[in-house]
């Protein structure tokens, strides 16, 4: 299993531009997640998912949007990136919603 | 509210003891995390207890969890230079994610 994998690994977007996230699962896992990691803030969640078809808002979702039209994808999706978006995303998997596993993140620099 | 709190820093030397602390706010959580994440790397899941448990001890790790105080601690015995990281401690959130703290770094002197 290659567990949680992300597309692409690193970014550079000028202001204005849009951008998707990939998160692939093969665990079959029914949660999964998007965070963003700052530096001194931890990590913050976006948004998640409980299951194929369906997708919830979550501490900060202004901005982005997702979409979970498969089971085992997440997509993130930046519609006009701003420098506040400068961040690591990282994606992560759940099969019950109580532990999770993470992808390696993508590195993404807005100019 | 929801919010979780750690040490920003842990200096050990090799063949020590580590012990890295969290307190949290929410009583009704049901299971807590300990997350390892190496420099450039995804956050790794290394150990996680569920509310009823005081301890759980998985090979080098002994995870303590003091409800009443609402303090988590992880004890790593015998840290390695492969040790290095930084430590998440996290709970489960009323939206089913996990609210992390800020990370307590690791370092292990040889």
């Known amino acids: 299993n290659a567990g949680v994998t992300q597309t692409p690994k690193f970014r550079v977007l000028k202001t204005g531009q849009s951008m998707t996230l990939l998160c692939a699962q093969d665990?079959?896992?029914?949660?999964m997640y998007w965070y963003r990691q700052d530096p001194g803030m931890g990590l913050r969640l976006i948004h998640y998912?409980?299951?194929?078809?369906?997708?919830a808002k979550g501490e900060v979702p202004d901005g982005y949007n997702v979409s979970r039209l498969k089971k085992q994808n997440f997509l993130l999706g930046l519609e006009s990136a701003a420098p506040s978006q400068t961040s690591v995303y990282f994606c992560?998997?759940?099969?019950?919603?109580?532990?999770?596993?993470f992808g390696p993140g993508t590195r993404l620099t807005v100019t | 509210g929801e919010d979780v709190e750690q040490s920003l820093f842990l200096s050990v030397r090799e063949g020590d003891s580590s012990v890295i602390n969290c307190t949290y706010t929410?009583?009704?959580?049901?299971?807590l995390y300990w997350y390892k994440q190496e420099p450039g790397a995804g956050l790794q899941l290394l150990t996680y207890?569920?509310?009823?448990?005081d301890m759980k001890q998985d090979q080098r790790l002994t995870v303590l969890l003091n409800k009443k105080d609402k303090h988590l601690s992880l004890r790593i015995a015998d840290t390695q230079t492969g040790d290095s990281a930084i430590y998440f401690c996290?709970?489960?959130?009323?939206?089913?994610?996990?609210?992390f703290g800020k990370g307590t770094k690791l370092s292990v002197k040889p």
């Open positions: 929410d009583s009704s959580s049901t299971y």
């Open positions: 992560a998997s759940s099969p019950t919603g109580s532990e999770q596993y």
């Open positions: 207890i569920f509310s009823n448990m």
């Open positions: 665990m079959n896992h029914e949660y």
């Open positions: 996290a709970e489960r959130g009323s939206q089913g994610n996990l609210i």
């Open positions: 998912s409980v299951g194929e078809g369906t997708t």
